[in-house]
């Protein structure tokens, strides 16, 4: 089976929350990301969060992990139009997810 | 965050012929680069791990001689695709690793062979 898997598709609405939700496989991972990838773009690094950690706050993005269950999520408040993108996640050998294409409607 | 620039952003070519990809790291020394191959509304796929100096790490079913990964410098990895078929058409990546965990990745390269 895949080492990470992903949610393929999220619709949400303007102004609200968005949660996009990981699990993983390599209970060794030392660090977990989230890429996010715009149409015909490459990635970009959007946050990370050491294995060690529950959770990491930068602006709207906030990223919760639980090691135990190997459970990573990344919720974006207040989600714009330019959120809009597929986003990845990642464990320490930069094994990805599938995906997460994120639409946001007005 | 640092700059990955990868070129060319779009190729086609003829099957048959070579491609080559550059990957550089702009404003920091990446003694470790990666390259991916991402196909349509799929995730990445590892195809090898370069190390300045030394031979790449290709993974498994990606034929070496086929991908040749060049990694000359701190800054510079080259992936060339030798003998280019249509199914060789692809959106190649490349990432280089600063202090870990720090991962950047360039901009991607559109490969179209006909």
């Known amino acids: 089976g895949e080492d990470v898997e992903q949610s393929l598709f999220l619709s949400v609405r303007e102004g609200d929350s968005s949660v996009i939700n990981c699990t993983y496989t390599?209970?060794?991972?030392?660090?977990l990301y989230w890429y996010k990838q715009e149409p015909g773009a490459g990635l970009q690094l959007l946050t990370y969060?050491?294995?060690?950690?529950d959770m990491k706050q930068d602006q709207r993005l906030t990223v919760l992990l639980n090691k135990k269950d190997k459970h990573l999520s990344l919720r974006i408040a207040d989600t714009q139009t330019g959120d809009s993108a597929i986003y990845f996640c990642?464990?320490?050998?930069?094994?990805f997810g599938a995906g997460t294409t994120v639409t946001v409607r007005a | 965050g640092a700059v990955v620039s990868q070129h060319p952003s779009r190729v086609i070519c003829k099957s048959g012929t070579s491609v080559k990809i550059e990957c550089r790291s702009l404003?920091?020394?990446?003694?470790?680069m990666f390259w991916y191959r991402q196909f349509p509304k799929k995730s990445l796929m590892l195809m090898a791990t370069?190390?300045?100096?030394?031979?790449?790490?290709?993974e498994q079913g990606v034929e070496k001689d086929k991908f040749l990964i060049n990694h000359a410098s701190l800054t510079l990895s080259t992936l060339t695709v030798t003998s280019a078929h249509p199914e060789d058409s692809s959106f190649y990546i490349c990432?280089?690793?600063?202090?870990?965990?720090?991962?950047?990745f360039g901009q991607g390269t559109r490969l179209t062979v006909v």
């Open positions: 990432s280089a690793t600063r202090n870990p965990p720090e991962a950047f």
């Open positions: 390599d209970s060794s991972s030392t660090y």
């Open positions: 969060i050491f294995s060690n950690m």
């Open positions: 990642a464990e320490s050998k930069l094994s």
């Open positions: 404003d920091f020394q990446a003694t470790t």
């Open positions: 370069s190390n300045e100096g030394s031979k790449a790490t290709y």
